[in-house]
């Protein structure tokens, strides 16, 4: 027994998946459709975004914002789990990418609740708080240019309602975060971890899922 999270072996990994992954089709289709791409890696990995439409159920997300769409496969899983009112304001700057994905949302039958935006995502959601919009929000998941986590981390703290949830991927960084930072990407990541773990606006947990999940709930 051990109190200490388990390194994941291949056969560990396996496990957990053949024990527990439950996809739509439509899901499997896109990771399948997504395979080959050149950027593949960025995609979450499956049994994160079933943990993901676990929160956004959880938390009774309606309204929710997702920051860095790519061919879809997150919007995807947290969109199965919101109820049939449910929305993601999608905010990607490629058409490209997200192109891939749009079949697979309209296979699954969710395209109405995806309302894509491309834009830059601080323009996107700058002009939802400038509509008036703060507050309106459940659940945010954050998955864009590293670079600009901090202004999306902000800009999502004063979307979200009290209560509502901000999802934080990658914060572990493929473990670089707890080296000396050897990139912008790194030194932001850093530089995040470290103001959100004493960010009293927030719970916190950082969750070594995938490539790092940090969970903030806005208090
Ligand atoms: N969540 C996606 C998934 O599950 O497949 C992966 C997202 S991928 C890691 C990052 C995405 O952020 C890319 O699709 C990229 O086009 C987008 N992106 C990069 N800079 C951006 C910006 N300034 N505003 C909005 N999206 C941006
Ligand atoms: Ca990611």
Not at 114 to 121: E, N, T, V
């Amino acid at each position: 027994m051990s109190n200490r999270t388990l390194n994941l072996t291949d056969p560990l990994y396996d496990y957990v998946l053949a024990h527990s992954l439950r996809e739509h089709p439509a899901q499997t289709a896109l990771r399948d459709a997504t395979r080959g791409h050149e950027r593949a890696t960025m995609q979450i990995a499956p049994e994160q975004g079933q943990f993901m439409a676990m929160l956004a159920k959880l938390t009774g997300a309606r309204n929710t914002i997702e920051i860095g769409v790519f061919t879809g496969y997150s919007a995807l899983s947290v969109a199965l789990a919101l109820p049939a009112d449910g929305r993601i304001l999608a905010c990607d700057i490629s058409d490209e990418y997200t192109r891939i994905g749009k079949p697979f949302w309209a296979q699954a039958g969710v395209a109405d609740k995806i309302d894509l935006q491309l834009a830059p995502a601080l323009a996107t959601l700058d002009a939802r708080l400038a509509a008036g919009e703060a507050g309106r929000y459940d659940f945010a998941f954050i998955d864009a240019d590293k670079i600009n986590y901090d202004g999306y981390y902000e800009r999502c703290l004063r979307l979200v309602r009290p209560g509502g949830l901000i999802v934080i991927d990658n914060t572990l960084w493929s473990g670089r975060v707890a080296e000396r930072a050897d990139s912008d990407d790194t030194a932001a990541l850093q530089a995040l971890n470290l103001k959100l773990h004493h960010d009293e606006r927030i719970d916190l947990s950082l969750l070594p899922l995938g490539d790092g999940l940090t969970l903030a709930r806005r208090r």
